[in-house]
C-alpha cells in the first residue's frame, strides 16, 4: 500500500505564530485530504486537494502531485487549532501517523 | 447540518461478548469507511463500502468482525466474540465523490 510520512510528529507554537505541516506519500494518488483531530477526539475534514493550492479563512494547503508531498500551512494560530493533523490519501484513505499541534497562549 | 451518526457513543464489555456497532451515515452519500484509532496502530481501515456494497475489507479479521450496510442509512461492525486487544475508537466516515466525513466514533473498552 501507499506509505504516508508526517512531519513533524509534534509541534509547539506561541498563539499568532505560523507553521508549516509535510505529508510525503510514496505513490501517485488521486485522494489527498487533511484532517485535524481535536482534542475531543472529533475528525473533521479540513481539504480534499489532490493537486493545487486551496484556502480556508487562516488555514491553506498546497499538493505538489508530481513530487508527492502536501503542505498544510497554519496562520495566526489559534489555542483552537491544538489537535493532531492527519493527511490521508488513496481512495482508501491511507492515513499518516499525524502531526501533534499544541497552540500556546 | 448533516452529520454521521454513531451509537453507542461508549461501550464496555467482557471478554467475549458480541458488540455492535451502529452508523448512519449522511443522506446522499455512497460511500461508507469503518476505521479503528488505537495509540499504536493509529488510523486503521477496516472495511470499505461503495454504493452499499463491501469492496474492501482486508483490513478486518475475518475470523471475529463483520461488516455490513443492510439499507442506505445503516452500516454496523460486528464483533463476535470480542477480546481486550479490540479496544479502540471506532469511527465510521462517509462521503461523496472524494470528500469523507467522520461520526464522534464509539469508545469500545473490551475488560
Known amino acids: 500500500g501507499i506509505q504516508v510520512e508526517q512531519s513533524p510528529p509534534d509541534l509547539i507554537l506561541q498563539e499568532g505564530a505560523n507553521s508549516t505541516l509535510r505529508c510525503n506519500f510514496s505513490d501517485s494518488v488521486n485522494n489527498l485530504q487533511w484532517f485535524h483531530q481535536n482534542p475531543w477526539g472529533q475528525l473533521i475534514n479540513l481539504f480534499y486537494i489532490p493537486s493545487g493550492t486551496k484556502q480556508n479563512g487562516r488555514l491553506s494547503a498546497t499538493t505538489v502531485a508530481t513530487e508527492r508531498y502536501s503542505l498544510l500551512y497554519i496562520s495566526s494560530s489559534q489555542t483552537t487549532d491544538s489537535g493532531v493533523y492527519f493527511c490521508a490519501v488513496d481512495y482508501k484513505l491511507s492515513f499518516g501517523a499525524g502531526t501533534t499541534v499544541t497552540v500556546r497562549a | ?111
Open chain 2, 1 to 111: 447540518d448533516a452529520r454521521v451518526t454513531q451509537t453507542p457513543r461508549h461501550k464496555v464489555t467482557e471478554m467475549g461478548q458480541e458488540v455492535t456497532m451502529r452508523c448512519q451515515p449522511i443522506l446522499g452519500h455512497n460511500t461508507v469507511f469503518w476505521y479503528r484509532q488505537t495509540m499504536m496502530q493509529g488510523l486503521e481501515l477496516l472495511a470499505y463500502f461503495r454504493n452499499r456494497a463491501p469492496l474492501d475489507d482486508s483490513g478486518m479479521p475475518k475470523d471475529r468482525f463483520s461488516a455490513e450496510m443492510p439499507d442506505a442509512t445503516l452500516a454496523t461492525l460486528k464483533i463476535q466474540p470480542s477480546e481486550p486487544r479490540d479496544s479502540a475508537v471506532y469511527f465510521c466516515a462517509s462521503g461523496f465523490r472524494s470528500s469523507q466525513y467522520f461520526g464522534p466514533g464509539t469508545r469500545l473498552t473490551v475488560l
